[in-house]
């Protein structure tokens, strides 16, 4: 036939500097000549530390030819990645729950706990009013910025709850706080500037950073000052440069909660730097457990005009499948974040933001709905504390919200697992467990600090509970390596 190609496309590949394997995507290229392209995804061949290797410097980059032969011509094709994505890591998270769940689907009994994702179902009001969305045909656009309708119920909700003042155009709704994080960041950030994160930190914050052509900045905390961050610490890494900084309270993945003093100290160092804004990430504010209370950054003298404060509906109102967040601040910013959203996303889902509606007019903090999830996780928060101090040598900070515990395992490294190997790290550790005890956790390395796991108890106790029995029994064999 007159045009068409005759034999197979040949696809080959030109290695710069790296090589051409691509671990991170497990595609395999034969420098050769190759018939297709392969993505492997090996179960049991699984490695944590692969997902590193995306991270390679601008100057070396790896590209890909295909070679289209027909009689008539010659094509050439450029599938190399531009060096912004090249620089970001996956997240870990995603990728060990991913992991984990197709384990499953493989009749391997894992127990999940490395996602942050509550296990009830959303509350039947908000859910009914998704359903109800839909019966009357509410599902086209709304406003790129969110409906008026729920933009003034989060104004009502953050001056009720927060106490700060917002007009419903200085609140973005967008498709998850995730979204809004992004957003914020690439808004206010310009290439050279620096993005302050304590660590241990949220995974995707400092890829965020990078995304937004910044530097992040991390800045580490201790177990035994239940990973707060210190405001000399801060003080003595702030410069010209120095142009957001992240503060997650709750946190994830401590559960630490910073209290108001603390905040009122950092505030005062923040008013010193013209340049320097707060990003207060409050997703977790409603999971939180007394005598532990929760501050708004935005709500302190002098903060309003210099925070970006965001928040959203997955993690206290069971949403997490809803994706829906929002950010408030200073219009000025708040606009800028709006437009990337508009050449983007635009606005979130129709039926979302009437769930939204509802799940703000639960009553105080998400009224009883809310508090019978908190008392669960409390439950199991404390079901764990007892539990993991029964072991010599690992170390816990109390959470006092969210529903992670960040524990300092580094007494075993450096012990050989019959069968494994050693353990010498986060991820070894992580791996041992998956392989031995089939639990998913996700090692410290992914949030900064390598010398600890975390443990999601967003789970049933009964869960959490065969979790702890399986840890132990896989731990049983690994005496403490380290002195304690």
């Known amino acids: 036939m007159a045009g068409s190609l005759q034999g197979s496309p040949r696809i080959s590949s030109k290695p710069v500097g790296l090589g051409f394997r691509d671990q991170s995507l497990g595609a395999y290229l034969d420098s050769a000549s190759l018939?297709?392209?392969?993505?492997?995804?090996?179960l049991h061949n699984f490695s944590f530390k692969s997902l590193n290797n995306t991270r390679q410097l601008q100057s070396y980059r790896t590209t890909a030819v295909v070679r289209a032969e027909s009689r008539f011509d010659k094509m050439e094709i450029d599938i190399s990645l531009s060096p912004r994505v090249n620089s970001v890591k996956p997240s870990k998270t995603v990728a060990i729950t991913d992991q984990a769940t197709a384990l499953l689907q493989a009749g391997v009994p894992v127990i999940r706990l490395a996602a942050g994702e509550p296990d009830f179902d959303t509350p039947a009001v908000v859910a009914e009013a998704g359903i109800n969305a839909i019966r009357e045909g509410y599902t086209r656009y709304t406003p790129n910025a969110g409906t008026l309708e729920l933009r003034s119920a989060?104004?009502?909700?953050?001056?009720?709850?927060?106490?700060?003042?917002?007009?419903?155009?200085?609140?973005?709704?967008?498709?998850?706080?995730?979204?809004?994080?992004l957003q914020a960041a690439l808004a206010v950030c310009s290439p050279g500037d620096e993005v302050i994160i304590p660590a241990p930190f949220w995974v995707s914050y400092p890829e965020m950073a990078r995304l937004a052509d910044a530097t992040p900045v991390i800045l580490s905390t201790h177990i035994s000052e239940n990973f707060l961050l210190d405001p000399k610490?801060?003080?003595?890494?702030?410069?010209?440069?120095?142009?957001?900084?992240?503060?997650?309270?709750?946190?994830?993945?401590?559960?630490?909660?910073?209290?108001?003093?603390?905040?009122e100290e950092i505030a005062q160092i923040v008013a010193r730097h013209p340049r320097l804004l707060v990003l207060s990430d409050e997703?977790?504010?409603?999971?939180?457990?007394?005598?532990?209370?929760?501050?708004?950054?935005?709500?302190?003298?002098?903060?309003?005009?210099?925070?970006?404060?965001?928040?959203?509906?997955?993690?206290?109102?069971?949403?997490?499948?809803?994706?829906?967040?929002?950010?408030?601040?200073?219009?000025?910013?708040?606009?800028?974040?709006?437009?990337?959203?508009?050449?983007?996303?635009?606005?979130?889902?129709?039926?979302?933001?009437?769930?939204?509606?509802?799940?703000?007019?639960?009553?105080?903090a998400g009224g009883e709905a809310v508090s019978t999830m908190v008392k669960a996780f409390r439950e199991r928060r404390d079901y764990l504390v007892k539990s993991f101090r029964e072991l010599e040598g690992v170390k816990i900070s109390e959470p006092q919200g969210a529903f992670y515990l960040f524990l300092d395992f580094s007494c075993y490294y450096g012990a050989e697992a019959n069968g494994f190997g050693l353990i010498k790290d986060s991820e070894s550790l992580c791996r041992y467990l998956l392989d031995q005890a089939q639990v998913a956790l996700v090692p410290g390395d992914a949030f900064g600090d390598d010398s600890c796991i975390r443990i999601s108890y967003a789970a049933s106790l009964s869960t959490v509970q065969a979790a702890v029995e399986r840890i132990k029994n896989a731990l049983i064999s690994l005496k403490p390596a380290v002195p304690v």
């Open 154 to 181: 989060i104004c009502h909700k953050l001056k009720e709850e927060n106490g700060i003042s917002y007009t419903p155009d200085q609140i973005l709704v967008s498709n998850g706080a995730k979204q809004s994080i």
């Open 35 to 42: 018939r297709s392209i392969s993505f492997c995804s090996q």
């Open 233 to 263: 610490l801060l003080e003595s890494k702030l410069s010209e440069k120095s142009r957001l900084l992240i503060l997650c309270s709750p946190s994830n993945p401590t559960g630490s909660v910073y209290p108001r003093k603390l905040l």
């Open 283 to 364: 997703i977790y504010e409603h999971i939180i457990y007394a005598p532990a209370t929760h501050t708004s950054f935005a709500s302190l003298p002098g903060m309003w005009e210099r925070t970006l404060t965001v928040n959203g509906f997955s993690k206290a109102f069971a949403m997490t499948g809803w994706r829906l967040g929002y950010l408030a601040g200073p219009k000025h910013f708040v606009a800028a974040c709006g437009k990337i959203q508009s050449q983007s996303t635009s606005g979130a889902s129709s039926i979302s933001q009437k769930a939204g509606v509802a799940a703000l007019g639960l009553g105080y």
